[in-house]
Every structure is written in structure tokens, then in C-alpha cells.
């Protein structure tokens, strides 16, 4: 299992971007956190199989509707990844 860290700049929040990243997450089987940053990002980190990192990755570009993505940062990561459940933060 990789993990992966994504930092989302943009209008990500106040537009439902952490929900919308809870749900593709969960729904791609993978464990980790979202959460806001102070400086208007958002932050995702995540564990899990190659493909679902990609897919996740391929809908935190999308993000959901109302929201704009203006640059993805995609990072390997070595932070440990507690738990097998995906949460906001």
C-alpha cells in the first residue's frame, strides 16, 4: 500500500470539496483525511492500492461542482496512515 499526499489550491473551499474527497475516497476503498488549510488549500492525504490513488487523484482534479482546481500537488508519502476509514479533518 502507497501513500499519497495532495495539496488542492484553487476554490476548494466553502464548496463542498472536503465532502465530495470523503465520498470518492470511501468510495475507492481507501484510508486517510481531508481538511482545509489555513491558506484557502486543501489538503488530502491517503493510503492504498495504485489505481485507486489514481482514481482519486483523477476526481480531486474534477473536485465537485462550484468549485475550481487551479493546481494539484501529487507527493509519495511515508506518514504513517492510521485506521482503515477515510475522515474529514
Excluded: T
Amino acid at each position: 500500500m502507497a501513500v499519497k499526499r495532495f495539496l488542492i489550491q484553487g476554490i476548494v473551499q466553502g464548496v463542498g470539496f472536503r465532502y465530495f474527497a470523503l465520498r470518492s475516497a470511501r468510495g475507492l476503498s481507501l484510508a486517510g483525511y481531508v481538511r482545509n488549510l489555513p491558506d484557502g488549500s486543501v489538503e488530502a492525504v491517503a493510503r492504498g492500492d495504485a489505481s485507486g490513488l489514481a482514481a482519486l487523484e483523477a476526481a480531486l482534479r474534477r473536485g465537485p461542482p462550484g468549485s475550481r482546481v487551479d493546481s494539484l500537488d501529487v507527493q509519495d508519502d511515508d506518514r504513517e496512515v492510521p485506521g482503515d476509514d477515510f475522515v474529514i479533518r
